[in-house]
């Protein structure tokens, strides 16, 4: 098992940053690649950005390229999304994720995800 705990989320007005972080406990962090996701209302759960097991690469949606950035720190357990230049459409739950599948930072389907955070709300503000 592998307990996700995020922290960081709150209210923000466009063009703000915030950063997400996500506190792993339980099994061994490094053998997991680990993702951070979004769900707004009425929308699905979707991958924003990805790191790989040992944080040599990173994947990150279209949307958010140039804005977010993705990183981890085995030694300490932890994943942060530093977000920037923060828009309204960026207003979501966000989920931390753990996943296996994969060693590599890609796209994660939300059914290849083995472990998830409680989530921690994003609201911007025009």
């Known amino acids: 098992q592998v307990q996700l705990v995020e922290s960081g989320g709150g209210l923000a007005q466009a063009g703000d940053s915030l950063k997400l972080s996500c506190a792993a406990s339980?099994?061994?962090?490094?053998?997991?690649?680990m993702g951070w996701f979004r769900q707004a209302p009425g929308k699905e759960r979707d991958c924003v950005a990805a790191?790989?097991?040992?944080?040599?690469?990173?994947y990150y949606r279209d949307s958010v390229k140039g804005r977010f950035t993705i990183s981890r720190d085995n030694a300490k357990n932890t994943v942060v999304l530093q977000m920037n230049s923060l828009k309204p459409e960026d207003t979501a739950v966000y989920y931390c994720?753990?996943?296996?599948?994969?060693?590599?930072?890609?796209?994660?389907?939300?059914?290849?995800?083995?472990?998830w955070g409680q989530g921690t709300q994003v609201t911007v503000s025009s």
């Open positions: 339980g099994r061994t962090f490094s053998n997991y690649a």
């Open positions: 994720a753990a996943t296996q599948i994969y060693s590599s930072a890609r796209y994660y389907y939300t059914r290849e995800v083995d472990y």
């Open positions: 790191i790989s097991w040992g944080g040599g690469t990173t």
